[in-house]
Nanobody, 123 residues
Framework: QVQLVESGGGLVQAGGSLRLSCAAS????????VGWFRQAPGKEREFVSS????????YYGDSVKGRFTISRDNAKNTVYLQMSSLKPEDTAVYYC????????????????WGQGTQVTVSS
């Protein structure tokens, strides 16, 4: 099975940018669709973005459309989430997840998860 490790989180001011990475090991990530989800304290896990295994299909949550961009480099076994125009409400732990079929927007459809990386946006 595939193992996932997120990186790139940190503290940034509102309006700033961060790029998160989701690195895979154990299996090549090119076999999987990958999703990004986030969870803020006291809130449910929220869909952020997902990408098909070819990269040809992408989805975004309404709250991040136009500000976040998902991409993948299968040669590097990595999926990225470029986050721009960050807002304090983007503060959360960000998780990447993988599934063997097409890209999905629902967290329950992803069997493989990373440990998460904290993103904090200050106002």
């Amino acid at each position: 099975q595939v193992q996932l490790v997120e990186s790139g989180g940190g503290l940034v001011q509102a309006g700033g940018s961060l790029r998160l990475s989701c690195a895979a090991s154990g299996r090549t990530i090119s076999n999987y669709a990958v999703g990004w989800f986030r969870q803020a304290p006291g809130k449910e896990r929220e869909f952020v973005s997902s990408i098909s295994w070819t990269g040809g299909i992408t989805y975004y949550g309404d709250s991040v459309k136009g500000r976040f961009t998902i991409s993948r480099d299968n040669a590097k076994n990595t999926v990225y989430l470029q986050m721009s125009s960050l807002k304090p409400e983007d503060t959360a732990v960000y998780y990447c997840a993988a599934r063997s079929f097409g890209a999905s927007t629902t967290n329950v459809s992803y069997p493989y998860w990373g440990q998460g990386t904290q993103v904090t946006v200050s106002s």
